[in-house]
């Protein structure tokens, strides 16, 4: 009975994304929707001296009206250039950064990114083996050529051609799924409960939401024991 996840591709996210993809059998970048402007999809946020700071990736002016898989990221500012030094500045001290810092050197320096989807998901696939998540399979929505203006319809779609019986969401989808829709389809839906301990972290009070290069960073290997608590 594959259990299954489906969410847009988005920047470096956070450890609840993580916890997610590590719970189910089959993860689904949801690529063929349209692209929203101040979301997920090209931001995320670091901590610094001075609290969290967001870190966004430019992308082209005509993206509001594209599917996200068709995003291209701006060539007209070196942002990998500054993101790269943004987190050398606020993460260098951090305790394991060195032994992770490779990371940043493949995102960074060594690639150079046309799509925005291809970065967001690279990256995420990268930072699953880092944390040890092996046995989740990843699939682009776009590569099943499933179409459907409802929400709904479109993630049974997209779960029964996987051959889906559950599917775990994020606790914002309750204000919008149709439970007795799903429930009808002979689908499961549970919802994540986003509750995680605290760990060593810089800068003062502790921040939940940021990156997960944050806990990465700061923890090391032992940042699973801070994010899959199952």
Request: hydrophobic share 40%; net charge positive.
């Amino acid at each position: 009975m594959s259990r299954i996840a489906i969410l847009q591709p988005n920047y470096l996210p956070w450890k609840g994304v993580f916890d997610m993809i590590n719970r189910v059998d089959i993860f689904v970048f949801l690529d063929n929707v349209q692209y929203t402007k101040h979301d997920w999809r090209n931001r995320n946020y670091i901590k610094t001296p001075n609290g969290k700071q967001l870190i966004v990736v430019p992308v082209k002016n005509n993206s509001i009206k594209q599917l996200i898989k068709d995003v291209m990221v701006s060539d007209k500012v070196n942002w990998q250039r500054k993101h790269y030094n943004s987190f050398i500045a606020n993460y260098s001290k951090a305790p394991y950064f060195k032994d992770f810092k490779w990371m940043l050197e493949d995102f960074y320096v060594k690639q150079q990114w046309v799509y925005l989807s291809e970065l967001n998901i690279y990256t995420t696939r990268v930072i699953c083996e880092v944390l040890g998540i092996k046995k989740t399979e990843f699939v682009k929505a776009s590569e099943l050529e499933i179409q459907n203006a409802d929400k709904n319809l479109r993630l049974i779609n997209i779960i029964k051609a996987l051959g889906g019986k559950e599917y775990l969401s994020g606790p914002a989808a309750k204000d919008y799924l149709d439970l007795e829709l799903f429930a009808k389809n002979e689908i499961k839906v549970e919802f994540m409960n986003y509750k995680y301990p605290v760990y060593p972290q810089l800068y003062g009070n502790f921040l939940h939401e940021v990156t997960v290069l944050d806990v990465i960073f700061n923890c090391g290997k032992n940042a699973k024991n801070y994010i899959f608590l199952e």
